[in-house]
């Protein structure tokens, strides 16, 4: 293929050449990939190249070099009309039902997940889209684009319009691929107007459209009839002579054989539906954060400390459609059943809608046990499947203004050792979420908003236990004996000590320590975990990244970003001032969170405390050997790993040098 670098270029890519000033000629940046780099179809797309891009080996790590910023693409022709129109066509695919297009989860609608990386390509490409470019050759240039996708973006890009489009706004069913009528899609436009309501979700909207609603107007009629409008329901009330085939429904007519679904939350979102579908303010967030940071401070008697950060999109952009809220303090133990306090202030002072009278929905106590509970579904391939939603207590409700104006509040309160992983789970933006946890998934490290883990190998997997040394485990996590015999995989953990700081507010140096000295306690506990794995004859074990083990690469090579190596004076941390004993009810912890575990009535003495033991005497010496040892130079002599690290999580830019990812502002994942 002859002539110069552009010419080569732009020949392979199916780019037709035009003489200089032509009308519809596509600037397609110039770039120098290597000839054998996989994603050098795609450098166009991302704008620059360099030499570390070669390695490169999929998708979705090229994706994440990449600006996904609203203002940057603005200056791109019409990039972000047809991203506006991908994301129209996402959205009413997520209101046809199934989940909003979590990857791993069941009953995914693939076109709404197809339609949003679309959209998240489309805004971070880096040159104008124009009618010049055919769909084959979108296909070739544009990441996680397929063929039918690609035919839609180009209609979107020549007419402003296609199919799926026109078909969705008339309420008439989609066609696939193939020209075939997808069956379930016809009223796309009316059940995604419904589903905006707090209170209603892709199912209750399905069912009103199959009624035959088609406006709130029509639903508010019928919902009058029952529910006075100026004295909401309880769910008991709005139960009351219900058909027993229906659950919580208002009567449409005098048949008794018809209900119309209405929820206790549907209907008072109803009632408010014009403050509620309104973007919120910037004075409402302004009230929000001050009433939020007073009733903290009444209800705990601590008055500094705090920090209120808000997510969502309006941490990403200017517009704020509902506002999320984290909430955090350097003292843990604060935290702890706080969000109840919260809620009976907030609601006595007229600021929240009670749980009793419209949308309001609170998450308790689901932090207990759920590392140990990540650890089983990690081992058991089932992480994807139930671990995208975060635990921490939250209360996700209406908020009533200075105004009177009704505005969708979330308060969420996050232990402060996990908060940087629930700032970067709660920014967003959903997509770009996706691509981060993809990412660390293709590098053999499981991500979400609480933590980042991976497995490791046990060594010797105790075989002190059975006579016999186990063969070292291989990537399936189970291997077997000289003797033939398959080894358990440990699921357990032990629960580890409540969260304490010492850090004074405002000193960051102070937090930093003091999230130091409770990493070490963690990871004093992830010892226990693991001794007790080994003792148990289990080949592998989920421990978290950076403290206890480093992250990995897509090679599947351990590696430390630089200033992470607990070898490196750079490294931040507080190591040699934290000599941690592991305690015998640590052991006797983690022993019993292990399922199936046979335990003789033999008692073992084990530093403070004793251990009900199957373990014999050998891992007591295991403890013992390890005694005022530095907890991760201990737990690296337990896995086939290096030691964690002494600095700890602090900042949303740690995390993206342990996924080895550039880091980006919260405006620039805003896929």
Not at 76 to 92: C, D, F, I, P, Q
Not at 486 to 503: E, H, Y
């Amino acid at each position: 293929m002859g002539g110069s670098w552009e010419q080569r270029q732009r020949q392979l890519m199916g780019v037709a050449l035009r003489p200089p000033g032509q009308i519809g000629l596509v600037e397609i940046p110039v770039l120098e990939p290597a000839p054998n780099a996989p994603m050098r179809s795609f450098a166009a797309w991302l704008g620059r190249w360099e030499p570390s891009f070669n390695d490169i080996t999929t998708q979705v790590e090229l994706v994440l070099q990449g600006n996904f910023s609203a203002e940057a693409s603005a200056q791109r022709g019409s990039n972000e009309v047809t991203r506006g129109l991908l994301k129209e066509l996402a959205g009413y695919e997520e209101a046809l039902g199934g989940n909003r297009g979590d990857p791993g989860m069941s009953n995914i609608n693939h076109e709404a997940l197809n339609y949003a990386h679309a959209a998240a390509v489309v805004r971070g490409c880096s040159f104008p889209l124009t009618p010049d470019l055919s769909a084959n050759q979108l296909q070739r240039l544009l990441p996680f684009v397929g063929s039918f996708t690609a035919n839609i973006i180009h209609q979107l890009i020549a007419t402003g319009i296609c199919d799926p489009l026109i078909a969705f706004r008339q309420d008439l069913p989609a066609r696939n691929a193939r020209g075939d009528l997808r069956c379930g899609t016809e009223g796309a436009a009316t059940r995604a107007m419904f589903a905006k309501l707090p209170g209603v979700g892709p199912g209750l909207a399905e069912r009103w459209f199959k009624m035959g609603f088609r406006s709130f107007d029509a639903l508010e009629d019928v919902a009058a009839a029952t529910v006075n409008n100026n004295e909401p329901k309880s769910t008991h009330a709005l139960e009351t002579n219900v058909s027993s085939t229906t659950v919580r429904g208002i009567r449409s007519t005098n048949d008794s054989s018809t209900a119309v679904p209405m929820s206790r939350e549907a209907a008072y979102s109803l009632r408010y539906r014009q403050d509620l579908l309104e973007a919120v303010a910037p004075e409402d967030v302004q009230e929000m954060k001050q009433e939020v940071l007073a009733a903290l401070r009444v209800v705990t008697g601590v008055q500094d400390g705090w920090q209120i950060l808000l997510v969502g999109g309006g941490r990403r952009s200017q517009t704020v459609h509902d506002a999320d809220w984290l909430i955090t303090h350097p003292d843990g133990r604060l935290i702890c059943g706080l969000w109840e306090k919260v809620y009976r202030h907030l609601v006595l002072a007229g600021k929240l809608v009670p749980q009793e009278e419209g949308f309001c929905r609170i998450q308790a106590d689901n932090l207990a046990g759920y590392k140990a509970k990540a650890r089983r579904d990690i081992l058991s391939n089932r992480w994807i499947d139930r671990h995208q939603m975060d635990h921490y207590d939250h209360i996700w409700g209406i908020w009533i203004t200075a105004a009177g104006k009704r505005r969708r509040c979330d308060l969420m309160f996050i232990p402060p050792d996990q908060w940087v992983f629930a700032v970067i789970g709660w920014t967003g933006s959903k997509q770009y979420l996706r691509f981060m946890r993809q990412h660390a998934g293709n590098c053999g490290m499981f991500l979400n908003s609480h933590f980042l883990m991976r497995e490791v190998e046990v060594i010797h997997a105790v075989g002190s236990c059975n006579g016999a040394a186990p063969a070292a485990s291989g990537n399936s996590g189970s291997s077997s004996s000289s003797s033939g015999t398959k080894m358990r995989r440990l699921d357990g953990s032990s629960q580890f000590p409540s969260i304490t700081a010492a850090a004074g507010a405002g000193d960051k140096g102070a937090a930093a320590a003091a999230t130091a000295v409770q990493q070490e306690d963690y990871v004093a506990g992830a010892c226990a975990y693991v001794v007790a794995a080994a003792s148990s004859g289990v080949s592998r074990v989920v421990l978290s990244v950076p403290d206890e083990v480093p992250p990995v690469t897509r090679h599947g090579k351990c590696w430390w970003p630089p200033g992470w190596d607990p070898d490196d004076p750079a490294a931040v941390g507080a190591a040699d001032a934290n000599k941690i004993e592991l305690s015998g009810s640590e052991t006797a912890a983690a022993i019993a969170d292990i399922e199936n575990v046979s335990r003789p009535n033999v008692t073992v003495g084990v530093g403070s405390g004793a251990v009900s033991s199957s373990i014999a005497g050998t891992a007591v010496t295991r403890i013992d050997s390890f005694r005022f040892v530095d907890s991760r130079t201990k737990l690296s002599r337990l896995v086939r790993a290096r030691p964690g690290s002494n600095r700890p999580v602090v900042r949303e830019s740690d995390l993206f040098e342990l996924l080895g990812i550039p880091y980006r502002t919260p405006s620039e994942r805003n896929c």
